[in-house]
């Protein structure tokens, strides 16, 4: 689990530089530029510039939020700031812990919102909504003509484009210091969608109810608020595939693994040591 943590921060890493490169020079200044402007869900799926979104819901229902956990821009920012305000917290002797929350309707309910606005061809819902244009909002203030291009057409001006940067910038980085990912699992309408198809997604992450010794670490470290150390499950619709947990359990109790774990009767659990 270490290594797939290590491998999700590498890439996080590559693309977040790929698309700032990208939207900041331009896709022609280095092909993994192109490559993860490309692989945007919502450019792929509105622009139809190649297949990326289907390859995406297929990865989803394959393995979970990958997506989310390395190719969004808008989720290894989400990451960034909550990293760096664990290190100020530490820095003045405090913790900062994550714990448990149950899930809300509200991402879903955003999500129908979202789609009828873009039925109806409301666009200021997703300008402000949509990971890929949230990017394009936050970069405005360093390339203003980036807000000419969306907030301008639809007849706002660049101004009011450059506010909402900082304002989602401002808003962004208040709440993934106190609740991790909580836009990725209760606002976001792309992870609305990637919830659905990644619930039940055919390789997810299960707690071993034998091995784990419920200590709690894994729901300290979950971003996504998703894992409930007490009925020692996770919420797989939620979970962005971070491997924190995973790679901070002491006991190698969480697997990313097809089957779904059952919780080992006495009786069964007497068979297997026979054996
Ligand atoms: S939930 Fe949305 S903002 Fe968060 S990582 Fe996924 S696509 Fe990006
Ligand atoms: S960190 Fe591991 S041992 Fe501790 S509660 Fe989580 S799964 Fe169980
Ligand atoms: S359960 Fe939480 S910590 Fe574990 S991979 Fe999913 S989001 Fe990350």
Redesign the pocket.
Known sequence: MKQLRAIRILMATLFALAIAACLLIGPQIHPMARAAWKSQIILSALAATSGAAFVWLLLTFLFGRIYCAGVCPIGSLSDGFSALFRKIDRKMGRKRVYSYREPTRLQLNILLVYLVCIVLGIGLVPLLLEPWNITRNILTPIRPDLADSTWGRLGFGAVIGIVAGVVSAVLLAAVSARRGRFFCTSVCPVGGALSLIGSRSVIHLE??RD?????????EVCPAEC?K?LD?TIDNSRCVRCFE?GA????E??HYQMNRNMPLTPLFRRAKQRT
């Open positions: 707690i071993d091995a784990c010794d419920v200590c709690g670490i894994c729901e894992v150390v020692r947990c901070a359990c002491p006991r109790a969480i």
